[in-house]
């Protein structure tokens, strides 16, 4: 499973506008689905930070979030087989809306199929 250092990226908010600080692990900007990497589009120009993880019930920013599944017996060493990840998808951008269940991409240069996505939410 990831682990290590945290590094500080902009996620486009859909509902409040802006480029918010969030905290998120190296590997996450790897994750590609189709031909669209899961990439920042530029650095924070917001003060508050938007939640990747955690209870979505609690008051705050909540990210959009994606999730996805390594394709039969790709996982790298320490994931579980078949285990379902979720990551925050940083781009504001049409393509969280056109993603489509059963697309396929690559997480840290292994085969995964996309299986759903929650949306943003402030609360």
């Known amino acids: 499973m990831s682990s290590g250092p945290f590094i500080l990226v902009g996620y486009s908010a859909s509902t409040v506008g802006g480029r918010y600080p969030l905290w998120i692990q190296p590997e996450t900007l790897s994750l590609r689905i189709g031909s669209v990497f899961n990439s920042s589009l530029g650095p924070p120009t917001e003060i508050l930070e938007f939640r990747a993880g955690g209870d979505r019930r609690r008051l705050g920013l909540h990210c959009r979030m994606v999730n996805f599944k390594f394709l ?41 199929i996309f299986t759903g996505a929650l949306p943003e939410m402030v609360r």
């Open 72 to 112: 039969g017996g790709s996982e790298p060493p320490g994931y579980k087989a078949g285990a379902m990840l979720t990551l925050p998808w940083l781009r504001n951008d049409n393509t969280f809306r056109l993603l489509l269940r059963g697309r396929t991409g690559e997480y840290r240069g292994r085969p995964v």
